[in-house]
C-alpha cells in the first residue's frame, strides 16, 4: 500500500494529518474504553451481590408463601376469582455512559388498591407477610433484569471498542508511520540527487570560466612573444595626466570668420 503512495511534499503533509486525527481518535476511544470497563465492572459486582441477596429473598418469599397457605388455607382460588389488576408495573429509562445507553428498570405503583378479602377468618398477617416478602423479590427481580440488560449492551459495546482501539493502535497508525517513513526516505533520497546535480553543474561552469580564463592568458602570452605593439598598448594603462601632450597648436591654421 505504500508503494503507491506518490512521494510528494503534499501527501506528506496530508498523512501527517492523518496521522495526528488518528491518534486523537485512538486517545479518545481508549478513554472511552477505560470508562466502559469500569462501568463494566460495577455491573458485573452489583449483579453478583444481587443475586446473592435473591437467594435469601427468594427462601424467604416462598416460606411465608407457605405459612400463609397453613394459616388462611388455599386462598389461591379466591385470588384468581378476584379482580386482576396490576398495582405495580416497571418503568423504563435510558442511562448514557460515554456514549453507550443503557436501559433501566424501576418499579413503579400503580395506585391501585387490592380489594381481596382475604385472611378475614384467619391466616391474614402470614398473607400480609407474604405479599411484602415478595414485594422485596419483585423489587430485586427488576433490578437483576434492569443489570443483565446493561450487562449485554455494555458487553457489545465494549467489544465494539476494544475492536476500534487495536485496530488503530495495531493497524492503522503503523501503517501510516510507514508510509511517512517510506515518503521522507524518497524525499531525501531526491534532495540528495538534486544536491549532487547542482554541484555538478556548478563543477562545469566553473571548469568553463577557468579554461577561457586559460585561454586569455595564452593569447596575451603569444601576442606579447610575437612583438605585438598594439596589443601591449592596448594592455598597457594609458596616462590621462597630459591628454593635449602631443598636439601643437602651431601648426594649426587660424579660422576667420566673415
Known amino acids: 500500500m505504500s508503494q503507491q503512495v506518490p512521494a510528494t511534499r503534499m501527501n506528506l503533509t496530508m498523512y501527517k494529518s492523518k496521522l495526528v486525527a488518528a491518534k486523537k481518535g485512538f486517545d479518545l476511544l481508549k478513554k472511552k474504553s477505560d470508562a466502559l470497563k469500569v462501568r463494566f465492572r460495577e455491573i458485573c459486582k452489583n449483579i453478583y451481590n444481587t443475586k446473592l441477596h435473591m437467594g435469601t429473598e427468594s427462601s424467604d418469599a416462598f416460606f411465608s408463601l407457605t405459612q400463609a397457605e397453613y394459616a388462611a388455607g388455599n386462598f389461591r382460588t379466591n385470588l ?38 382475604l385472611g378475614l377468618v384467619g391466616g391474614g398477617r402470614k398473607i400480609q407477610a407474604c405479599r411484602d416478602n415478595f414485594s422485596l423479590y419483585l423489587e430485586s427481580l427488576i433490578k437483576l433484569a434492569s443489570l443483565q440488560t446493561s450487562f449485554v449492551a455494555m458487553d457489545e459495546a465494549l467489544k465494539v471498542t476494544n475492536r476500534r482501539v487495536n485496530a488503530l493502535e495495531n493497524v492503522t497508525i503503523p501503517k501510516i508511520n510507514a508510509i511517512l517513513s517510506e515518503i521522507n526516505r524518497e524525499l531525501d533520497e531526491l534532495e540528495r540527487e538534486d544536491f549532487t546535480r547542482l554541484k555538478k553543474v556548478q563543477s562545469k561552469k566553473a571548469d568553463k570560466i577557468k579554461e577561457e580564463e586559460d585561454a586569455k592568458a595564452a593569447l596575451a602570452a603569444a601576442a606579447k612573444a610575437n612583438g605585438d605593439k598594439d596589443v601591449v598598448a592596448l594592455d598597457a594603462p594609458s596616462s590621462t595626466s597630459n591628454v593635449l601632450g602631443g598636439y601643437d597648436a602651431a601648426d594649426d591654421e587660424d579660422v576667420v570668420f566673415t
Open 80 to 117: 384468581l376469582e378476584g379482580q386482576m389488576l396490576a398495582s405495580v408495573c416497571v418503568a423504563s429509562r435510558t442511562d448514557n455512559v460515554a456514549g453507550v445507553k443503557l436501559p433501566v428498570f424501576t418499579k413503579q405503583d400503580t395506585g391501585t388498591e387490592t380489594t381481596e378479602r
